[in-house]
């Protein structure tokens, strides 16, 4: 009885030092990644984000999307906001809505709903979190929609109008807005 014992309390040491490792490459990865992406030129966006004036009655911390500017401003109080450059919705795919923030994560995994597969049936049907997954760097999940505030592997494509309901951003911006904006902040999309 006693061996079991000792195999047992092993086993549970090696479970542990395995859950701790799968953690740290985690934390690691995420690091990697943010690395590459942040020290590529071609990978900033072609419309640079600042801070300006933005007069509004909401509080700070609440994320409003200017769908027809091609513009994300997030609220900092006394008249200012951060603004950054956006990719929105193509035509027939625009939306709008006051939503919160259900979830955030660092270089999500991508799995294209089954309408976006049946338009493009060569998409792959799950991609690992990576530099080379299209929600890029980070991604703030809106309520219970499948839409989400995410980066992109594409900053080519801010400023315009192309995605089929995400609002894109370049990775370093998203990286930012991530760290700025908590889960349960209120997100208003306008048209």
């Given at each position: 009885?006693a061996?079991?014992r000792?195999f047992l ?16 490459t985690s934390?690691?990865?995420i690091?990697t990644?943010?690395?590459i992406?942040?020290s590529m ?7 640079r984000?600042?801070e ?8 700070p911390g609440?994320?409003i ?14 008249s ?7 990719g929105v ?5 625009e939306?709008s809505?006051q939503?919160?923030?259900?979830m955030?994560r660092?270089?999500?995994?991508w799995t294209p709903?089954?309408e976006?597969i049946k338009?493009q049936p ?7 979190g990576g530099p ?5 760097a ?5 309520g219970?929609?499948l839409?989400r505030?995410?980066?992109s592997?594409?900053p080519?494509?801010i400023g315009?109008?192309?995605s089929?309901?995400c609002?894109r951003m370049?990775n ?8 700025r904006?908590?889960v349960?902040a209120?997100?208003i999309?306008?048209p």
């Amino acid at each position: 009885m006693a061996w079991l014992r000792i195999f047992l309390s092993m086993l549970s040491a090696i479970s542990l030092i395995s859950v701790e490792f799968a953690f740290a490459t985690s934390k690691q990865d995420i690091k990697t990644f943010d690395g590459i992406v942040t020290s590529m030129p071609e990978a900033q966006s072609p419309i640079r984000r600042y801070e300006t004036w933005f007069p509004s009655d909401e509080k700070p911390g609440t994320v409003i999307v200017k769908a027809s500017e091609k513009r994300l401003y997030l609220i900092l109080g006394e008249s200012r906001a951060m603004k950054y450059g956006i990719g929105v919705a193509r035509e027939g795919f625009e939306w709008s809505a006051q939503l919160k923030v259900s979830m955030k994560r660092q270089w999500p995994d991508w799995t294209p709903p089954e309408e976006m597969i049946k338009r493009q049936p060569d998409l792959p049907r799950h991609m690992d979190g990576g530099p080379d997954n299209p929600l890029g760097a980070r991604a703030l999940y809106l309520g219970a929609t499948l839409y989400r505030i995410h980066g992109s592997n594409e900053p080519e494509t801010i400023g315009t109008a192309v995605s089929s309901g995400c609002i894109r951003m370049a990775n370093e911006d998203i990286i930012d807005l991530y760290e700025r904006v908590p889960v349960g902040a209120k997100v208003i999309i306008e048209p």
